[in-house]
């Protein structure tokens, strides 16, 4: 029994909190940032296929490396506002990745309009409000990528 108390007693003082889920989110965001940044964007997105199709193709797995990596942090425990912001953040997070990955798909195929309409999309995201209404610094970051 007395073990059993200390080691209960021992693991409050590590707790997991949003502090520290923060930090570990915007190092991922941090290091993806970096990595997106490094890679040359092309020329003009308002012609669809070789350069934006090749830039994408790059770009669509460091964004959806980044979805994986922060969906498997630990949700650490909080008010109902942080875990709803934090729930809507993660919706989101799902919509730009399956955005950007239409987006590829249109720009491989030369479709103009598809790629027009999914870069108003991606503009229009409530992403970057919803992670700097969590505390996050670096994720959700506007203008992070160069589309």
């Known amino acids: 029994m007395l073990v059993v108390a200390l080691l209960v007693g021992g693991c409050g003082g590590s707790s997991y909190t949003k502090g520290d889920f923060v930090a570990r989110a915007d190092a991922i965001c941090t290091g993806t940032l970096r990595q997106a940044r490094a890679l ?20 669509v797995p460091l964004i959806r490396s980044e979805a994986d990596q922060l969906r498997a942090l630990k949700r650490p425990p909080g008010s109902a506002h942080d875990t709803a912001t934090l729930t809507s953040y993660y919706s989101a997070l799902a919509q730009i990745v399956a955005n950007y990955r239409q987006l590829e798909a249109a720009a491989k195929r030369g479709d103009t ?24 610094r670096t ?9």
């Not at 309009?113 to 996050?136: H, M």
């Not at 994720?139 to 589309?147: L, R």
């Open 113 to 136: 309009q598809t790629v027009t309409d999914v870069e108003a999309t991606l503009r229009g995201s409530p992403i970057a409000a919803l992670a700097a209404s969590y505390g996050l």
């Open 139 to 147: 994720c959700g970051t506007p203008g992070a990528t160069k589309v």
């Open 40 to 59: 040359a964007p092309p020329a003009s997105t308002s012609q669809p296929g070789g350069a934006l199709a090749a830039y994408l193709g790059q770009l």
